[in-house]
């Protein structure tokens, strides 16, 4: 195999590349430019990879990151959902454009510093599994990584712990050029997304009303952009018991508001599928992530055909949860906590 290796500098990405090389794959190092070109980075990185003894590549990839990315992110926000930008950059992006370069160069295979587990299954043939490390765990990324792309990946840290990663860098004396944690959505500076916004032309929704679940007015909200489900803090009204964001009302620009008794969503409407396994094969106990920062949990799984062959699920969870947020992903696991599918969520029952 060539495996062509995406380079950000960081401690994950140094690693990966490091290990792969030391297996004794062919490898080479290739970055790409998604926000506009630095010179200074590129150079820390060749610098890097001269250390290394391996051959360095970068592309310069902002203006399709910004089509891809950048572009939708803003449209969703438009639209009064929350979306989730990284999980759609490894898909079109690292995935998809990345790769698109990486074969240019004779690669054979593509990998990442995610922290995922691919591996061949019984009866689902090569399937995307969480990493070793749980609180650094990324399937839920992946999950619209098509299975074609993820059939020519290679995840070299999916059996790691990030303090292991770490630890066997610093004791063999390497320190990666730009070693700190990368920032939440990487086109975002200082992780505030309101500025972004502000700062981008962007059609989005102004003040309107907040009302309770019952119909009773109690304010007015900022703008449904500035908001998002299971929301407690910064409504900025005082009330008798707290209260949550419950929903939002694009059409009529209503921000939906209720105590925490009023917080609980049975499931949600999935759209956009990408399925790792066909779901025929899929077992009939099932467990749904609707954020990352969250277990995956019991649910069951609907399939729905409409217009044109169009392939939608409904998600109904075993017990209430928050509502999910419009635009976020739904990553449906098995028992064993294989990837079966991802989706964008539509919208909460």
């Given at each position: 195999m060539t495996i062509a290796v995406a380079i950000s500098g960081g401690t994950d990405s140094m690693f990966a590349l490091l290990s792969?090389?030391?297996?004794?794959?062919?490898?080479?190092?290739?970055?790409?430019?998604?926000?506009?070109?630095?010179?200074e980075r590129e150079q820390?990185?060749?610098?890097?990879?001269?250390?290394?003894?391996?051959?360095?590549?970068?592309v310069d990839l902002h203006d399709e990151f910004e089509r891809c990315v950048v572009l939708p992110f803003l449209d969703e926000y438009a639209k009064a959902r929350t979306p989730n930008p990284c999980a759609l950059c490894n898909a079109r992006m690292k995935f998809g454009a990345l790769w698109r370069e990486a074969e240019k160069l004779g690669a054979t295979h593509i990998a990442t510093g995610h922290y995922a587990v691919l591996h061949e299954h019984p009866a689902y043939g090569r399937i995307l599994s969480r990493g070793e490390d749980a609180t650094k765990d990324q399937s839920y990324f992946l999950s619209l990584v098509s299975p074609a792309a993820l059939a020519r990946a290679v995840f070299p840290l999916g059996t790691w712990t990030k303090e292991a990663?770490?630890?066997?860098?610093?004791?063999?004396?390497?320190?990666?050029?730009?070693?700190?944690?990368?920032?939440?959505?990487?086109?975002?500076?200082d992780d505030d997304y309101r500025a972004f916004l502000r700062s981008r032309p962007v059609a989005l929704h102004g003040k309107g009303p907040m009302v309770t679940t019952d119909g009773e007015r109690v304010g007015t909200h900022e703008g449904l952009w500035q908001y998002t489900e299971g929301q407690r803090k910064g409504l900025g009204i005082a009330w008798?018991?707290?209260?949550?964001?419950?929903?939002?009302?694009?059409?009529?620009?209503?921000?939906?508001?209720g105590e925490k008794e009023t917080l609980a969503s049975a499931g949600c409407v999935v759209t956009d599928l990408n399925l790792l396994v066909p779901d025929e094969k899929w077992p009939s106990e099932l467990l749904v992530r609707i954020r990352y920062r969250q277990q995956p949990l019991p649910a069951t799984v609907t399939m729905q055909t409409g217009p044109e062959s169009v392939r939608t699920m409904t998600v109904h969870f075993d017990t209430p949860r928050t509502p999910p947020a419009a635009g976020q992903i739904c990553c449906v696991y098995d028992t064993e906590q294989n990837v079966l599918a991802g989706g964008i969520i539509d919208r909460a029952l």
């Open positions: 792969l090389k030391e297996q004794g794959h062919n490898v080479i190092a290739l970055h790409a430019h998604f926000l506009p070109r630095s010179e820390a990185l060749a610098a890097m990879c001269e250390q290394l003894d391996v051959p360095f590549h970068a990663v770490k630890a066997n860098l610093a004791q063999r004396g390497l320190i990666p050029p730009y070693p700190s944690e990368s920032q939440e959505i990487c086109f975002v500076p008798k018991a707290p209260l949550y964001v419950v929903g939002k009302d694009a059409r009529t620009n209503t921000l939906v508001v």
